[in-house]
């Protein structure tokens, strides 16, 4: 086994966690006797938590030379915003009923909308748009 294999096997463990978190690896060799690992992270703390995991293999990394980048451009879009406009004789219980398939649940609606519904007494105007909240 070579000096590569030796050490790729040895941080393997660091090399699946940066890939599963959605670090772009771009080079993963032995220079000057030691393990690089160069790549970009969408985030800084994904990048401290590959730190993290490379402590845990080893915490002094004398074979190791991390150089982890932060690229925000490769984190992921962030969820979109289903949003309902109000119109004339509209509930919170018939929105809730329409747009998430059963009307006990416009609570979840009033938690999406903090600063428009204070609870289920609040009125409602034809206009109001209102977040849908994505129930997964």
Do not use: C, F
């Amino acid at each position: 086994m070579d000096r590569l294999d030796t050490l790729k096997l040895k941080y393997q463990s660091v090399i699946n966690a940066a890939k599963q978190m959605g670090v772009r690896l771009t080079n993963v060799h032995v220079e000057n006797d030691k393990l690089l690992i160069r790549g970009a992270a969408p985030s800084d703390e994904v990048k401290n938590r590959v730190w993290d995991q490379i402590k845990l293999v080893d915490a002094a990394y004398s074979d190791l030379t991390a150089d982890i980048s932060v690229d925000p451009s490769l984190a992921p879009p962030p969820p979109t915003q289903k949003t309902y406009t109000v119109v004339k004789g509209d509930s919170l219980w018939k929105i809730a009923q329409n747009q998430l398939g059963k009307g006990s649940l416009y609570p979840k609606i009033i938690e999406a909308n903090p600063g428009q519904l204070k609870d289920e007494n609040t009125v409602i105007h034809p206009g109001d748009v209102l977040i849908i909240p994505d129930l997964g």
